[in-house]
């Protein structure tokens, strides 16, 4: 939780930094980087678990995330994505493990021109719409539940982020949400 709470502190300073030092008369600067946000794929690395794609584990987990972003329309995407996140944990004497890969489509609103941003940045609100495919395995000999979460497998999230180019290929991310936080590489 200090980790996300950390992130969208750093996230509030970038686009508080980057209004204070607009003015009336702002244009634009280009330094050649696509103003295109689709085609781009996105690989991250993040906690979840506490809500949003999981919702019933008592604690972080450490997640993997991929998608690739579509131009839909004028400063909209949709990018399909699939997660993954796993871990090991005992049910009395036995002991599980537990593979969850929610899967899924964002749809991200990119808020550059509103912002007057420089176009090495990219700031959007977004949400998210999928499920999540859950396989558990015990060990051997265990007779008793093997459904231990009874969590609904659909779920929403709602999204919001920041993207620095470090060239016109490759950039920084960092990607808040109500499920899971991510911070990662994205690749044009």
């Known amino acids: 939780m200090k980790i996300t709470t950390f992130a969208f502190l750093f996230l509030l300073m970038i686009v508080g930094g980057s209004l204070s030092a607009q003015t009336v008369t702002y244009t634009r600067t280009t330094t050649n980087y696509s103003e295109s946000h689709g085609h781009t794929l996105n690989l991250g690395i993040g906690v979840g678990g506490y809500g949003g794609y999981y919702g019933y584990y ?98 929403l999230d709602l999204h919001v982020g920041a993207e620095y180019h470090l060239s016109n290929k490759v950039g920084l991310f960092l990607d808040l949400s109500t499920g899971v936080s991510t911070v990662g590489l994205s690749f044009r």
């Open 58 to 155: 008592g604690r972080s987990l450490p997640v993997f995330s991929i998608n690739y972003e579509f131009d839909v329309a004028n400063n909209f995407t949709l990018a399909p994505f699939a997660t993954f996140v796993t871990y090991h944990d005992y049910y009395g004497n036995y002991g599980y493990r537990e593979t969850i890969i929610p899967l899924g489509v964002k749809g991200s609103y990119y808020f550059d021109d509103i912002l007057g941003a420089s176009s090495a940045w990219d700031f959007y609100l977004a949400g998210s719409l999928g499920f999540s495919v859950v396989k558990t395995s015990w060990d051997d000999g265990y007779q008793g539940n093997n459904d231990l979460h009874t969590a609904d497998p659909l779920f």
